[in-house]
């Protein structure tokens, strides 16, 4: 039912960009928050930046704030975020997550597939 999916990600150099998309399906998306996650080789899970539903609200990891803006198109079902000045320690598999609601008062975390980000010279 819940599906997302991540595309975008890639071989980069430092001071590079790169784009990444998560297209949701399965529940109504505009009315909940979306997030970016990653995880690198040997680290946990870690919150990359935050949007709510409207995209009226967004939050960032102090390491990629000035350096990441997360977006959304709630007409095209789909989460962006756009990565600029890239820099090793970006290195990570992305993830794509939502809490849609399963029942009243209960909700489910949803996790896309991930997509792999190497920022190497």
């Known amino acids: 039912q819940v599906q997302l999916v991540e595309s975008g990600g890639g071989l980069v150099q430092p001071g590079g960009s790169l784009r990444l998309s998560c297209a949701a399906s399965?529940?109504?998306?505009?009315?909940?928050?979306m997030s970016w996650y990653r995880q690198a080789p040997g680290k946990e899970r870690e919150l990359v930046a935050r949007?709510?539903?409207?995209?009226?609200?967004?939050n960032y990891a102090d390491s990629v704030k000035g350096r990441f803006t997360i977006s959304r198109d709630n007409a095209k079902n789909t989460v962006y975020l756009q990565m600029n000045s890239l820099k090793p320690e970006d290195t990570a598999v992305y993830y794509c997550?939502?809490?849609?609601?399963?029942?009243?008062?209960?909700?489910?975390?949803?996790w896309g597939q991930g997509t792999l980000v190497t920022v190497s010279s």
């Open positions: 399965g529940f109504t998306f505009s009315s909940y928050a």
């Open positions: 949007i709510g539903g409207a995209g009226l609200y967004t």
């Open positions: 997550h939502a809490m849609p609601p399963i029942a009243p008062g209960r909700y489910v975390a949803v």
